[in-house]
């Protein structure tokens, strides 16, 4: 708790808004995406399957492989206290439906489905894309792809098993986005970042979650942003981006959301 505390006020007197931006490619980003005020129609969708969830009074049994939950001490959960305690806030769902439609990515990976808001929200952002999700729970797994089918999103392919096991199939693929939100472990999070570094072009972004969950967090996000590859990252405390162009100079960018 001290250290969420210590890291928040950190990140408030670093942080700026679109005005402390004198790149083009990030200011149209922060200015028509990040802080894209616009009610999308979409977005009746992403309340109603997360009202749905929050409804669902059904417990399943969680095969925990990351850093484990700061909210339960049981590994025997119900749907909607996942969906109140741990899954994707109703904030973060909109932005990742308007990342994927502002940047168009049309091939997506994500690293930890859970209750599958955030895989429905970038299924919406963008309807032809061809989204590949990984959750290492059997349970929540099985579950999420019921609904999945019960809505109506056919463009997730979701996958079950450990990631590192997984992603060796997918290697050989190209991402334009990758979100990673699966295992919030300094170590873990090191090892997914160089195994997909393969994956990304020029335009790929790579969207990390939970920066500041811990110490060992914010050290992975200061060595990732450090990769002779990355070129520009933008620090919104709660997720960190991460970007390959090759046409920018090196520069980190900390923006209020």
Same mark, same amino acid.
């Given at each position: ?52 969830? !929050?409804? $669902? ?5 969680? #095969?925990?492989? @990351? ?6 001490? =049981?590994? /025997? ?46 299924? !919406?952002? $963008? ?5 590949? #999700?990984?959750? @290492? ?6 579950? =999420?792809? /019921? ?111």
């Amino acid at each position: 708790m001290l250290y969420a505390i210590t890291s928040y006020i950190s990140f408030l007197l670093k942080s700026t808004n679109q005005h402390g931006v004198h790149s083009p490619f990030v200011y149209n980003f922060v200015t028509k995406c990040l802080y894209d005020k616009k009610k999308y129609d979409s977005y009746v969708f992403l309340k109603k399957y997360r009202i749905a969830l !929050l409804n $669902n009074k059904s417990s399943i049994e969680i #095969t925990d492989f @990351g850093a484990g939950s700061k909210k339960f001490n =049981t590994n /025997k959960r119900q749907i909607n206290k996942l969906a109140k305690n741990v899954g994707t806030t109703s904030k973060r769902a909109k932005l990742l439906f308007r990342l994927t439609s502002y940047f168009k990515s049309n091939t997506i990976l994500e690293l930890g489905t859970s209750l599958g808001i955030a895989t429905q929200a970038m299924s !919406l952002g $963008n309807p032809k894309a061809q989204i590949t #999700t990984i959750e @290492g729970c059997p349970n929540l797994n099985s579950f =999420t792809k /019921k609904q999945f089918k019960q809505n109506q999103l056919k463009n997730i392919n979701a996958l079950n098993g450990n990631f590192s096991d997984v992603l060796n199939n997918l290697t050989n693929n190209s991402y334009d986005l990758i979100f990673f939100d699966g295992n919030h472990q300094k170590e873990a999070t090191l090892n997914y970042f160089e195994k997909l570094l393969t994956t990304a072009h020029n335009d790929s972004v790579f969207v990390f979650d939970d920066i500041y969950w811990s110490k060992d967090m914010t050290e992975a996000w200061e060595t990732i942003k450090q990769h002779p590859k990355v070129t520009v990252t933008i620090d919104t405390y709660f997720w960190g981006f991460v970007f390959f162009r090759k046409e920018q100079q090196k520069e980190h960018f900390t923006i209020r959301v």
